[in-house]
């Protein structure tokens, strides 16, 4: 694991997703909705140092930038890791929604907004 590149690479991310919604220009809100799978989550694959890199970097760089967070199929060994993120998320938490993969469309305006 790359703490630092895979840091990066989430901050580029961001930064083009919100870029690409300013090209638009069309006057719509500039937020994004973050999408994590977690089908085949486990402790052994728990980033918690991301996920703090992550919040952080919300609040810091990115604020009011997020509409939404949706969580894919939390299995329920990710109960005590949410127990751990929620208050580091603060109002965010409120953001977190979960759901099924097959009903995980039902949060997105039209085919265009997946990319």
């Known amino acids: 694991r790359e703490l630092a590149r895979t840091c990066k690479l989430c901050v580029k991310l ?22 994590f799978d977690l089908r085949g989550f486990s402790m052994k694959n728990a980033d918690i140092d991301f996920v703090k890199f992550f919040i952080k970097c919300i609040f810091d760089y990115f604020p009011k930038r997020i509409s939404q967070v949706l969580l894919i199929e939390p299995p329920w060994v990710f109960t005590p890791v949410w127990q751990i ?11 977190v929604k979960q759901t099924k993969a097959k009903e995980a469309k039902e949060y997105f305006a039209d085919e265009s907004t997946l990319f």
């Open 85 to 95: 993120i929620k208050p580091l998320m603060g109002k965010y938490a409120s953001l």
């Open 14 to 35: 961001v930064d083009e997703a919100l870029e690409a919604l300013r090209a638009e220009g069309d006057g719509a809100s500039e937020t994004i909705m973050c999408v």
